[in-house]
């Protein structure tokens, strides 16, 4: 029975090619789709070669098919988003964990941390906008 390709759907596929904006995703339809950078996780993603790796099976959700035949998809969207702890902090259950960080040098920890880094004082600096405001709205 093939796999129908509709919107909203959710596939298993693999990670066939990365770019600097995002990752090709062979579908079990015998298709390619592209999962752009900012679909890749619920954090900021600055490199997404630090998310996925070529040859990596992932869950991706179907968001459009446009007139060319072009399928755009989400990785984050494939599964629910994280809760509120998991946004401070515990960044384990996001739909794409980075890669493996077997050896990395110095300078590729530094840059990790200092990503990490940011985007736990982002994190924080919404929060403080949202208490501010008395809450979310």
């Known amino acids: 029975m093939p796999v129908e390709l509709e919107v ?11 770019t600097k904006f995002g990752a090709f995703v062979a579908l079990p339809v015998g298709r390619t789709g592209m999962v752009h950078i900012s679909e890749v996780s619920y954090s900021y993603v600055n490199d997404i070669k630090e998310y996925l790796v070529e040859g990596q099976e992932v869950k991706v959700r179907v968001l459009a098919v446009d007139q060319e035949g072009r399928i755009n998809l989400s990785i984050k969207k494939a599964a629910p988003p994280p809760t509120a702890s998991e946004s401070r902090g515990d960044r384990s259950s996001h739909a794409a964990r980075p890669a493996p960080r077997g050896n990395l040098t110095f300078e590729d920890k530094l840059k990790q941390f200092m990503q990490d880094s940011q985007t736990k004082m982002s994190d924080m600096n919404n929060e403080r906008r949202v208490s501010r405001r008395g809450g979310k709205r």
């Open 8 to 18: 909203g759907s959710v596939l298993d596929g693999k990670v066939t090619g990365i």
